[in-house]
């Protein structure tokens, strides 16, 4: 595992009531909720909420079970959703966590749970990444939760306040027998604070202090004529009194002065986008203390609306604006719904002056704002102006030291990926054959291969669905689909909705697993075939890819080490020759190189202080032979691979080179070879500690061998 929490930030964990506490927001909420006592943890890794999983992960021994705190890596989204189901007819608390896009996987599940109403308060915490700097797609969780009937915590960018709101979730949660949803963005995920804590809450049931049973309640199944009622209840009674318990506990915030007449509203990590703003164009400090004639509703909890305090907070302005984030502007048609039917009469904008599409960064609001302020402090107008137009020049003169637009750096495989030779020996057999085929895919590091320089993944669905996008296109084009997967999202979704699928309706299609041992592009998590929990202990059953797949009744199915050109080859022209329509599975088995390299370095240094041999494998290009025609680049993208000048002076173009961070995969040289390149590329073995008779045999070949003293200097 590579997991990021160490013994003394799990120790943290610990701290009683005024000490203090030093850690990002994941550490934070971990330590909400065992300040809230819960008996129950999972979920399924995403980014920006991995970390949350890593610290339960890193700290279960130490502090989680001696609590009795039950864990799990659930296998997806939908499974840890399920686990919730525990606080519907018990009075245990509990969380787990996904990203924004788990909501989709895990809404079926949640929907019952929501429904049916919780006893133990029950908390989602969701990666909301609106921003999109970790996820695939743009999305909102407001939608989803109000849909669902989910009461949904929205906090500003303050580690002390999300230790708060965590604790305090499950009280809402219980007070309105409600699921609560609390978003973790980036901006509170992944930056660190210093907080004072509180005392942890030891779990009342748990896995050592056990509930005796659970009582039947078939008065509370989710099934006709009970679904009827608990509608109404959730809207009519649950809700309502979520509203109230906001309201009464203050968890929405206001800043600035009451008597102001001019309001603002601001919701989540917004609300510091707009003080910084606001401190550009001197209308407020960086402490957060604003000019007297501003008035700002913090909304901390945006689902549901406390529309009473709203309406107050409206009433006697002259005028509000609304920054919401985001489509669909769920807030702005509320607020004016609300408006038109108390009557209140009070001016309001919000999406027709801030940008409705894209995350609020200061450089997209420090116009409407200026515009806004200027607008309704006429006496400052003149100074707002300057002090914004002086912010925008300086961003344009930024842009303009540049000649040209930066070249975008789009994600690529890491060093020997075990991935990349895969779609570079694809992209060679195009290359050779000139036949193409489709490439549908879904979401996994194998998505970056539909970039450059192998542009192989012609759809990029959601997790688990990429050969069954392609059922109809197989039957319907002359092309011969190839898809891939990888072997944390197979064991997540894609062996049903996949491969079932394909099986069941005669697919025609050759099926590429790529089989390196986590769920790694989240943080390398541990999953079904890794064997181990991400406790550390032995996970149960024996999940075996390729036992699974001939089970299901797949009939061709092979093994291959992607580093092995020839054989990897070999194995898949001859799986896809059968004329007979149907689905074909190829494993490719080669382990994460970052997790690979993180247990080969500590071993290389502990050998080599030992003084013990060790022989570390390095690839090279002979600057003599290489013509600098780049080909070897453009089936390949390694970040090791990259250019230099030549030191011959005749030759104008750059000579490939290979930096130090090579792990010698050799997949360069392969490529190179498969693909009827250059010989440029060369393995050296560089040995450390080598034997006497090692020794005593090199001094005899410098002899017999006349070495270029040149060379050897350089």
């Not at 609106?130 to 996820?135: D, L, W």
């Amino acid at each position: 595992m590579s997991h990021a929490f160490s013994d003394k930030d799990v120790q943290q964990l610990e701290h009683g009531e005024g000490q203090k506490l030093y850690g990002d927001g994941a550490l934070v909420v971990l330590k909400g909720m065992l300040e809230a006592g819960i008996s129950y943890f999972g979920g399924y890794p995403g980014a920006p909420t991995s970390n949350l999983i890593d610290a339960a992960a890193d700290s279960y021994k130490a502090v989680l079970e001696p609590r009795g705190i039950y864990m799990e890596s659930s296998a997806n989204e939908m499974s840890a959703a399920a686990m919730c189901t525990t606080s519907c007819y018990t009075p245990i608390r509990g969380a787990v966590t996904w990203k924004v896009l788990g909501n989709g996987v895990a809404t079926d599940v949640l929907d019952h749970v929501s429904q049916i109403g919780v006893e133990g308060g029950t908390l989602v915490v969701v990666g909301e990444d609106y921003g999109v700097s970790s996820t695939t797609v743009a999305q909102r969780t407001l939608p989803w939760a109000m849909k669902s009937g989910i009461v949904v915590i929205d906090p500003r960018a303050d580690q002390q306040l999300l230790l708060k709101l965590t604790r305090m979730s499950f009280e809402l949660s219980e007070a309105s027998n409600t699921v609560v949803a609390l978003l973790l963005r980036p901006q509170l995920s992944h930056a660190n604070a210093e907080i004072k804590t509180g005392n942890n809450a030891q779990p009342r049931f748990n896995t050592k202090d056990k509930i005796k049973a659970s009582v039947a309640e078939p008065h509370r199944y989710p099934l006709p004529p009970n679904t009827q009622r608990q509608e109404v209840e959730r809207y009519t009674d649950r809700l309502p009194r979520a509203e109230k318990f906001v309201v009464a506990n203050d968890l929405n915030e206001r800043f600035g002065s009451k008597q102001a007449k001019i309001g603002i509203i601001t919701h989540g990590t917004v609300f510091n986008t707009v003080m910084r703003v606001f401190a550009i164009l001197g209308l407020a400090d960086e402490q957060g203390n604003m000019d007297p004639a501003f008035d700002l509703l913090q909304l901390n909890v945006i689902n549901p609306l406390c529309e009473d305090q709203i309406a107050d907070f409206m009433a006697d302005k002259d005028h509000v604006l609304l920054v919401e984030e985001g489509q669909p502007d769920l807030l702005e048609k509320q607020i004016r719904s609300l408006l038109h039917q108390r009557g209140i009469t009070t001016p309001f904008t919000g999406h027709d002056l801030i940008p409705g599409v894209g995350e609020l960064v200061p450089g997209k609001l420090i116009g409407p704002l200026s515009e806004f302020t200027a607008t309704h402090l006429p006496e400052q107008a003149e100074q707002i102006k300057k002090l914004a137009a002086e912010k925008i020049e300086r961003q344009q003169m930024a842009a303009k030291l540049f000649p040209k637009p930066v070249t975008p750096r789009p994600p690529t495989f890491c060093t020997g990926c075990p991935e990349r030779p895969v779609f570079s020996q694809m992209k060679i057999n195009e290359m050779l054959t000139g036949e193409k085929d489709w490439h549908a895919t879904d979401v996994g590091c194998y998505g970056m291969a539909g970039l450059a320089p192998f542009n192989m993944a012609d759809s990029n669905m959601g997790m688990g669905g990429g050969l069954a996008a392609a059922t109809a296109l197989s039957a319907m084009s002359e092309q011969h689909n190839v898809s891939v997967v990888g072997d944390g999202t197979l064991w997540h979704s894609a062996m049903n909705t996949c491969v079932v699928n394909g099986i069941y309706n005669k697919q025609d299609a050759t099926y590429v697993v790529l089989d390196n041992k986590w769920t790694a592009m989240t943080g390398a998590h541990e999953n079904p075939n890794s064997g181990a929990l991400l406790t550390g202990e032995k996970g149960g059953g024996d999940l075996n890819i390729e036992r699974t797949f001939k089970a299901m009744g797949v009939k061709q199915v092979v093994k291959a080490d992607p580093y092995k050109f020839k054989d990897f080859q070999k194995k898949l022209k001859k799986i896809q020759a059968p004329k007979e329509p149907q689905l074909r599975v190829i494993i490719s088995e080669g382990e994460c190189q970052l997790q690979r390299q993180r247990t080969v370095k500590p071993e290389r240094r502990k050998l080599l202080a030992a003084g013990a041999r060790v022989e570390v494998e390095r690839l090279g290009v002979d600057n003599d032979v290489c013509v600098g025609d780049h080909a070897c680049m453009r089936v390949n993208g390694c970040p090791s691979l990259t250019l230099n000048d030549s030191d011959n002076l005749l030759k104008s173009a750059k000579v490939a080179a290979i930096d130090t961070t090579c792990v010698g995969c050799g997949v360069c040289g392969e490529i190179a070879h498969a693909a009827r390149l250059c010989p440029s590329f060369h393995k050296v073995t560089v040995t450390h500690n080598v034997f006497w008779y090692e020794k005593l045999w090199g001094r005899i070949k410098s002899m017999l061998i006349p070495v270029d003293s040149t060379a050897v200097a350089g």
